[in-house]
């Protein structure tokens, strides 16, 4: 099961859909949906932690 670090989406599967993205903050891996990614695009481009969104 993999969920979304900031709106909480749960994906039913061991891995994350090809649309999600992933960043290792602070040593652990976290995953966001498409949507998520798609909002946020510019902070993680920008290396922003998910806490500055």
């Keep these: 099961m993999v969920t ?3 709106c909480g ?4 599967s061991d891995e ?3 649309s999600w993205t ?4 602070q040593g652990h891996v976290k995953h ?3 949507r998520c990614s798609r909002e ?4 993680m481009e920008a290396k922003l932690d998910s806490e500055w969104w």
């Design 22 to 25: 992933s960043a290792v903050e």
């Design 16 to 18: 994350a859909p090809i």
């Design 4 to 6: 979304c670090a900031f």
């Design 9 to 12: 989406e749960v994906v039913e």
């Design 32 to 34: 966001f949906c498409g």
């Design 40 to 43: 946020h695009l510019r902070a």
